[in-house]
């Protein structure tokens, strides 16, 4: 027997702010039945093509976990760097630009979400060798 993710759960201050802003950036859908609205404390969005859920729950205090996640993002239909652009106006934060970092055409770009969260965005399927 085993086990599966249901979701992924994120710790945040206002988690209809930041749903919102995760599907813009992933392309996620509020639940069918289950609409999110300004003042939700908890906030779940998923991918209209696999149900992959994200849940947004929002702590009592003002300090947050230093670790609350960690996505790594890979596009469905443009580069590594188009995503990079895009998601930073979507008003993303670069952290770390790595690109390049095990070589030419390879790496990837650390970014913050608008409450301090960080992801990597890599490059897309047809970037990779053998694709």
Same mark, same amino acid.
């Given at each position: 027997?085993? /086990? *599966?993710? %249901? =979701? ?10 930041? %749903? ?5 950036? +992933?392309?996620? @859908?509020? #639940? ?5 609205? $300004?003042? =939700?404390? @908890?906030? #779940? ?7 992959? !859920?994200? +849940? *947004? ?5 003002? @300090? +947050?976990?230093?670790? !609350?996640?960690? *996505?790594?993002?890979?596009? !469905?239909?443009?580069?590594?760097? @188009?995503?990079?652009?895009?998601? +930073? ?24 979400? $608008?409450?301090?969260?960080? *992801?990597?965005?890599? !490059?897309?399927?047809?970037?990779? $060798?053998? /694709?």
């Amino acid at each position: 027997m085993s /086990s *599966f993710i %249901s =979701h992924t759960t994120i710790d945040c201050h206002d988690a209809y702010r930041l %749903s919102e802003w995760w599907k813009a950036v +992933l392309g996620y @859908e509020d #639940m069918p039945d289950d609409p999110n609205l $300004p003042g =939700h404390e @908890e906030c #779940m969005i998923r991918d209209p093509d696999t149900d992959h !859920r994200l +849940l *947004f729950i929002e702590v009592g205090n003002d @300090e +947050l976990p230093a670790k !609350r996640i960690h *996505f790594d993002l890979r596009p !469905r239909d443009v580069t590594r760097d @188009e995503e990079v652009e895009r998601v +930073l106006s979507l008003g993303a934060t670069q952290i770390a630009d790595l690109r390049g970092h095990r070589g030419e055409g390879t790496g990837w770009v650390v970014l913050a979400d $608008p409450e301090g969260n960080q *992801f990597c965005v890599l !490059r897309s399927l047809a970037e990779l $060798p053998d /694709s």
